[in-house]
C-alpha cells in the first residue's frame, strides 16, 4: 500500500529556507499518470495548494508563491522535495504531501501525516 | 485564479441529520471537484472526485453532485465520525484551489 512520509526541520528562522523531504514507500513516484504534490495548513486556517510535479520534472506552482518555492523529485530514493525560500511567520504551517492521480481520476486521493514547521528566531 | 466559496461555513448538527454543503466555483469548471473531510491533527481525506464518484471505501451516506459552478456534497443520516471539516477543491485547472472549508460539529 502506497504511502507517503514528510520530513525535515521543524523550526525555521526567517529569511532562511524552508526544506521538506516526502519519501513514497509502496510505489513508484515515477509511474504515469500520478502527480506528487504539496499542502500547506496554517494553524487554525484552511488549506493551501502549493504545488506539483510530474515524474517528467514538470513543475506546477501556486502563484502566490511562485517566485519563492520550488519542487523537486529524486526517482533513484522515491523521494521528492519543497524549498520555500526567505520564509517569514505567514509560512508556519502543517506541511503535507501527497499524490494526485490525474485524468478522469483527478483528486489527491493518498496523504501523507503532515509536519508542522514553525517559523521563528 | 479560480475562486471556490463554501456554505455554510459552519454547521451544528446532530446524529441521523441530512447534511449538504455547497461550493461554488468563480468560473466554469465542469466537474473538476474533490470533496475532502479533515479531523483535528489528521491529513484530509478523499470522499469524491469528479464532482459525484465516491472514493473507493467511503460509506454510501456520501454523496456528491453538480457541474459547472455550484456543487454539493450531502451527508445522509450523520453519524458521529462525520463531525469533521470538509473541503471542496477545483483541480480543473492551475493553480488548484481549496474552499475555506465547511466546520460541522454537534
Known amino acids: 500500500q502506497l504511502q507517503l512520509q514528510e520530513s525535515g526541520p521543524r523550526l525555521v528562522k526567517p529569511l532562511e529556507t524552508l526544506s521538506l523531504i516526502c519519501s513514497v514507500s509502496?510505489?513508484?513516484?515515477?509511474?504515469?499518470?500520478?502527480?506528487w504534490g504539496w499542502i500547506r495548513q496554517p494553524p487554525g486556517k484552511g488549506l493551501e495548494w502549493i504545488g506539483n510535479?510530474?515524474?517528467?520534472?514538470?513543475?506546477y506552482y501556486n502563484p502566490s508563491l511562485k517566485s519563492r518555492v520550488t519542487i523537486s523529485e529524486d526517482p533513484s530514493k522515491n523521494e521528492f522535495y519543497l524549498r520555500l525560500n526567505s520564509v517569514t511567520a505567514a509560512d508556519t504551517a502543517v506541511y503535507f504531501c501527497?499524490?494526485?492521480?490525474?485524468?478522469?481520476?483527478?483528486?489527491?486521493?493518498?496523504w501523507g501525516q503532515g509536519t508542522m514547521v514553525t517559523v521563528s528566531s | 485564479a479560480i475562486q471556490m466559496t463554501q456554505t455554510p461555513s459552519s454547521v451544528s448538527a446532530s446524529v441521523g441529520d441530512r447534511l449538504t454543503i455547497t461550493c461554488r466555483a468563480s468560473?466554469?469548471?465542469?466537474?473538476?471537484v474533490g470533496w475532502y473531510q479533515q479531523k483535528p491533527g489528521k491529513a484530509p481525506k478523499l470522499l469524491i472526485y469528479?464532482?459525484?464518484t465516491l472514493q473507493s471505501g467511503v460509506p454510501s451516506r456520501f454523496s456528491g453532485g453538480g457541474s459547472g459552478t455550484d456543487f454539493t456534497l450531502t451527508i445522509d443520516s450523520l453519524q458521529p465520525e462525520d463531525f469533521a471539516t470538509y473541503y471542496c477543491?477545483?483541480?480543473?485547472?492551475?493553480?488548484?484551489?481549496f474552499g475555506p472549508g465547511t466546520k460541522v460539529d454537534v
Open positions: 509502496g510505489g513508484s513516484i515515477s509511474t504515469t499518470g500520478y502527480y
Open positions: 469528479a464532482a459525484s
Open positions: 468560473q466554469d469548471i465542469r466537474s473538476n
Open positions: 510535479i510530474y515524474y517528467s520534472g514538470s513543475t
Open positions: 501527497a499524490r494526485f492521480r490525474s485524468g478522469d481520476l483527478d483528486a489527491f486521493d493518498i
Open positions: 477543491l477545483q483541480d480543473y485547472n492551475y493553480p488548484f484551489t
